[in-house]
């Protein structure tokens, strides 16, 4: 025991002594026993099936049985018992009871009712599985008859009703159940989907979030996700599928919905590497690649583009479904070229198998009937065969087209989105036109800040301001931006937005309508065919006699509209360069627009106007029409407005906040941060410019998806106190009178009202020369143009003015230069003329 000693360990006695009078202590123990038993009191029915209804079962159990202990003749306590046991769907118990109550009063009603009761319970599980949904809902009903709130039969008609896919049913019994109280986990999982298919994804976030967080089960967690992307809660999304990732940390569902939610936020770069992990979790997979060109496209990077093209096309000879992937990348992106030789340098049969019927069912999925029923032919007949060849005999039936029209390769008849709106356009009659006092309806998708919603917003006011009947319909507003609404408050009165409609309900006006085209618009992308509706029934309501749509989507839309509710007149107002000179994004999802478009113009109602001379020249081309069928309306900037709003003061102190100091020479930007603005390479030439003369400092003032990657961009060549992005500013006119030199470098531009705007207050522009800069700077007398991406050449530009003073030297031509040929009122006094001579017309 020298190890005790050693530790100096004494012993002790662990055990508790017993105290010297244990007969008394033990007395007073029992005396108090028995006086809680005296004090127990008889269970109370309704506070029982609270407890039940609560989820508490076993807590009533106990409850009960106490009472049972002592008082084991109490029928009612019996009968709560068995109700009890019923509801733990324990048989044997309910059994036991069942016969103690009925020796104790053989006519006893609840012994009858259960019996019964499981009788039906025994059927109704039988018709579950069995999928006999409209048997089950029958003995569901007979149930509620005799026990209206029994929660397993609710439950019951909750799953056939789901079954047979009446989710509104579904909906209204989940919603007894949940006022009944507590759900079960399976059972919460159940309600809410029935909840999400009737697309009632609040609710499923309400019943949710009701419960402790740390009770969510990956099942459900992967249900809350779905339902707060639907709603559009992104950052909400992407928080809870970081949880639901640890839980399983290559969730399919987390992933997808998290890279989708940062692609929407402009979260690029973090988007990027997340569809790297899924391409390695998922394989080739043709949503992933889609999404991956579209981000490398927004960021301007095209180099990465064609890298991505490259391990898409590698093995496409060996592997068919490489091959597959290719095409139907190819068609989402519209890169005809590439689709062509994909398929003409393809032996389309390996090893026996004949893939014409999977070219044929990809180019259909994508819209181009003409390139899916030519492969179709080509293939071998079977059921695939014949399922194809009835979608596209449906599809042609529906829009009124022969078979011919779709064989002919000379066809303007390639898209299914075309043929729909032809035939629609045929139904359109011209309905009877007001009596000297026309009315106007300006539409536009949205009032966000962006060159060609300025112009929206200064023409309602311009017109609106002259006399005209003229009203706005803005088809969606962005809460988390700033718009132009506010702009236009004085006459908010004549402004709605499209969005408010519900076009499923059935009470709005022209419901009827477009229910009967609905065959036709359900052939259209969802987009498309709702904006449709929404303008519908706005036309219908609002009876305008002159539309002005903006921009060729709207113009697309409107013209549909137009057709389907019979008004008079339509002008299609198009900005910049047409759609596929602007970027592969603008075009790559209306594949169908040139063929629409051609449609449009040759309508003797239609008046199309464009914004600059080299807009219409691209326009003409596109659409094969003379260049004399378009007129040119500048656009005009309410200069004196923009000067009334300047608070320099403020925009000074911001500026020395950001640690720019009089000595410096600022060399800015305005525009939207996206691809088509190439950003970066606005950046780069910033960033070499610093190197070379230190004086200069960048600021750049915009707001967009790309913003968190242009930061990014920033902070790794280290230039963060140098170059600045100030992000979406309201006051644009007092950031450009403290610029030295405007930079813009778009790959396309139609006639940019940011350049209009630094040239108006003085400021000297260097732009690539793209669309109709040319048209508002003068080379070498209010700026400069350049023709290439060699940063380089630019550099030097930017210092030749810069260390000449010859930036100096451009600021009064500039300003006397745009404020004579791009005024409010010149813009205005076109339009109302363009106004007035439509409305001639119709007389």
Request: glycine share 4%.
């Amino acid at each position: 025991m020298a190890w005790k000693e050693e530790f100096q360990i004494k012993s002790r006695n662990i055990e508790t002594p017993l105290p010297k009078n244990v007969k008394e202590s033990r007395k007073k123990s029992e005396e108090s026993f028995n006086l809680e038993r005296k004090e127990l009191k008889r269970p109370n029915k309704n506070e029982i099936i609270d407890l039940i209804n609560n989820g508490e079962v076993e807590i009533a159990k106990r409850n009960v049985i106490i009472w049972l202990n002592d008082n084991s003749d109490d029928i009612e306590i019996i009968e709560m018992m068995i109700l009890i046991e019923r509801e733990r769907e324990d048989e044997l118990e309910v059994s036991y009871w069942s016969d103690i109550l009925q020796k104790m009063d053989a006519t006893n009603k609840v012994v009858k009712i259960t019996k019964e009761y499981f009788e039906r319970k025994f059927k109704i599980l039988s018709k579950l599985s069995e999928k006999e949904w409209e048997n089950c809902i029958e003995i569901c009903n007979e149930i509620l008859v005799i026990d209206k709130n029994n929660k397993f039969a609710l439950i019951s008609l909750a799953r056939s009703y789901r079954g047979l896919e009446d989710y509104e049913m579904s909906v209204r019994y989940w919603n007894r159940i949940i006022k009944l109280g507590k759900l079960y986990d399976e059972e919460v999982l159940e309600c809410c989907n029935s909840f999400y298919n009737n697309k009632k994804y609040k609710d499923v976030i309400r019943i949710i979030s009701f419960r402790n967080s740390i009770e969510y089960s990956k099942e459900i967690l992967e249900i809350y996700v779905r339902s707060l992307f639907n709603l559009k809660s992104y950052e909400d999304c992407i928080e809870y599928c970081e949880k639901l990732l640890i839980f399983e940390s290559r969730n399919l569902i987390a992933l997808r919905l998290m890279s989708k939610s940062m692609i929407i936020l402009g979260k690029i770069i973090e988007a990027k590497e997340l569809l790297r992990k899924r391409l390695d979790i998922e394989g080739e997979n043709v949503e992933i690649y889609e999404n991956l060109i579209e981000i490398n496209l927004r960021m301007d990077q095209r180099n990465e583009v064609e890298g991505i093209w490259k391990d898409i096309k590698n093995g496409i000879d060996k592997e068919i479904q490489k091959f597959l992937i290719a095409v139907e990348i190819s068609m989402k992106f519209n890169w005809m070229k590439r689709y062509r030789k994909l398929v003409e340098n393809k032996q389309l049969k390996i090893d026996g198998k004949n893939f014409n019927i999977d070219l044929a069912r990809i180019t259909l999925d994508n819209g181009n009937i003409f390139e899916s029923y030519k492969y179709l032919k080509l293939s071998d007949k079977d059921e695939i065969y014949e399922n194809i060849l009835n979608e596209i005999k449906n599809i042609l039936h529906i829009t009124n087209t022969s078979i011919d029209e779709i064989e002919n390769e000379d066809s303007e008849m390639k898209w299914i989105s075309t043929l729909v709106v032809r035939e629609l356009s045929r139904k359109r009659n011209i309905s009877e036109i007001r009596n000297n006092v026309p009315k106007f309806s300006i539409i536009t998708s949205t009032l966000n800040r962006g060159g060609a919603e300025r112009q929206v917003a200064l023409t309602m006011k311009g017109m609106y301001e002259r006399g005209f009947n003229c009203y706005l319909a803005v088809d969606r507003t962005a809460d988390d931006k700033i718009t132009y609404l506010k702009d236009l408050h004085s006459i908010k009165k004549q402004i709605e937005i499209l969005s408010d409609i519900d076009t499923e309900d059935k009470n709005i006006l022209g419901y009827d309508l477009i229910e009967e085209n609905i065959e036709l618009l359900n052939l259209l992308n969802s987009t498309t065919k709702n904006k449709i509706k929404r303008l519908v029934s706005y036309f219908i309501r609002n009876k305008p006699d002159v539309i002005h749509a903006w921009q060729d989507e709207t113009i697309l839309t409107a013209f549909v509209a137009c057709c389907l509710t019979d008004r008079p007149r339509l002008i299609g107002s198009a900005r910049s360069l047409r759609p596929d000179e602007k970027s592969e994004l603008h075009i790559r999802k209306r594949p169908y627009l040139r063929e629409c478009m051609k449609m449009i113009v040759g309508k003797e109602w239609f008046t199309f106007t464009i914004n600059s001379k080299a807009g219409r020249k691209s326009y003409a081309e596109w659409l094969q029409i003379d260049e004399d069928n378009i007129k040119i309306i500048h656009n005009g900037t309410d200069f004196e407005s923009m000067e009334r709003g300047i608070n320099i003061g403020l925009i000074k102190n911001e500026i020395v906040g950001l640690g720019i100091c009089e000595d410096n020479i600022i060399v800015g930007g305005v525009f939207r941060l996206e691809s088509g603005k190439r950003p970066k390479l606005w950046i780069d030439i910033l960033h070499k410019l610093i190197l070379k003369d230190d004086r200069i400092r960048g600021i750049l003032v915009g707001g967009g998806k790309m913003e968190n990657s242009v930061r990014k961009w920033i902070k790794e060549i280290k230039m963060e106190n140098k170059i600045k992005v100030v992000g979406e500013k309201s006051d644009v006119a007092g950031w450009l009178t403290q610029m030295d030199i405007f930079l813009l470098t778009s790959a396309s531009e139609g006639l940019p009202n940011a350049v209009i705007e630094a040239q108006g207050f003085g400021v000297p522009v260097v732009s690539t020369d793209v669309g109709g800069v040319s048209e508002i700077v003068m080379q070498g007398v209010t700026g400069e143009l350049f023709n290439d991406e060699d940063t380089e050449s630019v550099v030097d530009i930017i210092l030749s003015l810069v260390e000449n003073n010859k930036h100096k030297d451009m600021q009064i031509p500039s300003k006397e230069n745009i404020r004579r040929k791009f005024s409010l009122k010149r813009m205005i006094d076109d339009t109302e003329n363009m106004y007035n001579e439509v409305f001639s017309a119709i007389n």
